[in-house]
């Protein structure tokens, strides 16, 4: 049974990606205007979003803006609101990486990751959810073109699931995320509002270049954002992948603690 109002139809659609400079987010960004939905485009990095933008003009909007800037997010709905109309996805794909280990605690850099990966979520939730809200009370009209859901979709990671190595700066904002989704989804679905969560493993991005491990189940953007555009055809909530990965985590994440820091030990060398 879906969780959520499949999406399988873009054409017409709006969405708002943050954090679609590079990696997942400008992946997905490119196939959701090859599908026939304006998409807006966030990122601090200015020039990819502007060609980007600049490549289907009317279709595409860039938006740069700092995530950690609650006002600036806010300027930026508004704008988007107000040039291809308040969006039906927003994606938050927004995130910062830096492998630590405590042993190499850094305080800034917790804090970073605190406000990139997580804040920087609940700026964009107070300038999308009110209308988001007003809209699916409201619904459609009897003259208005049909419309998907509204719906909010956070990307976190396996790294949420439970504690790992090198994670101690990146793995609990992903973790808040989980819990973040999770508790959205009890309060806005019976409201009309969809709410997916997406964990991915390991893929090719410039944050996990950063990587000096061999990363299990290593996937492709494209890859990446085929598994996303499935799970949000499906209607699922939780959007996690490589399953031969993802899965087996899970299963990990069940043991009893002593069972569960003994086999990740184990298996990391860490």
Same mark, same amino acid.
């Given at each position: 049974?879906?969780?959520?109002?499949?999406?399988?139809?873009?054409?017409?659609?709006?969405?708002?990606?943050?954090?679609?400079?590079?990696?997942?987010?400008?992946?997905?960004?490119?196939?959701?205007?090859?599908?026939?939905?304006?998409?807006?485009v966030s990122a601090r990095q200015a020039e990819p979003l502007r060609a980007l933008a600049a490549r289907h003009p009317g279709q595409a909007l860039a938006l740069p803006l700092d995530v950690t800037d609650r006002a600036a997010v806010t300027e930026a709905a508004r704008r988007l609101d107000a040039t291809l109309g308040p969006p039906d996805?927003?994606?938050?794909?927004?995130?910062?990486?830096?492998?630590?280990?405590?042993?190499?605690?850094?305080?800034?850099?917790?804090?970073?990751?605190?406000?990139?990966?997580?804040?920087?979520?609940?700026?964009?939730?107070?300038?999308?959810?009110?209308?988001?809200?007003?809209?699916?009370?409201?619904?459609?009209?009897?003259?208005?073109?049909?419309?998907?859901?509204?719906?909010?979709?956070?990307?976190?990671?396996?790294?949420?699931?439970?504690?790992?190595?090198?994670?101690?700066?990146?793995?609990?904002?992903?973790? +808040? &995320? #989980?819990?973040? $989704? /999770?508790?959205?989804?009890?309060? !806005?679905?019976?409201?009309?509002? %969809?709410?997916?969560? @997406?964990?991915?493993?390991?893929?090719?991005?410039?944050?996990?270049?950063?990587?000096?491990?061999?990363?299990? +189940? &290593? #996937?492709?953007? $494209? /890859?990446?954002?085929?598994?996303? !555009?499935?799970?949000?055809?499906? %209607?699922?909530?939780? @959007?996690?992948?490589?399953?031969?990965?993802?899965?087996?985590?899970?299963?990990?994440?069940?043991?009893?603690?002593? &069972?569960?820091?003994? $086999?990740?030990?184990?298996?990391?060398? !860490?």
């Open positions: 049974m879906a969780m959520n109002p499949p999406i399988e139809q873009w054409a017409g659609h709006c969405v708002w990606l943050v954090g679609a400079s590079s990696g997942i987010g400008e992946a997905l960004a490119r196939q959701l205007l090859q599908a026939g939905a304006r998409v807006a996805l927003v994606v938050y794909c927004a995130g910062t990486y830096t492998p630590m280990r405590a042993d190499g605690l850094d305080l800034d850099t917790l804090l970073q990751h605190q406000q990139v990966n997580y804040v920087g979520a609940l700026h964009v939730l107070d300038a999308v959810l009110p209308g988001m809200l007003a809209r699916a009370a409201g619904g459609n009209g009897t003259d208005a073109p049909a419309r998907i859901a509204p719906h909010i979709s956070l990307v976190a990671s396996v790294a949420g699931y439970r504690g790992l190595p090198q994670a101690l700066a990146y793995g609990p904002t992903k973790a +808040a &995320l #989980i819990h973040l $989704a /999770e508790t959205l989804h009890l309060d !806005l679905r019976p409201r009309g509002i %969809g709410v997916s969560v @997406i964990n991915p493993g390991f893929v090719e991005t410039p944050l996990t270049a950063q990587n000096r491990f061999r990363m299990p +189940a &290593l #996937i492709s953007t $494209a /890859e990446a954002t085929r598994q996303i !555009l499935k799970g949000w055809a499906r %209607g699922e909530f939780e @959007i996690h992948f490589p399953k031969r990965f993802s899965r087996l985590l899970k299963l990990l994440g069940l043991l009893p603690d002593r &069972l569960y820091f003994a $086999a990740v030990r184990r298996a990391t060398g !860490l």
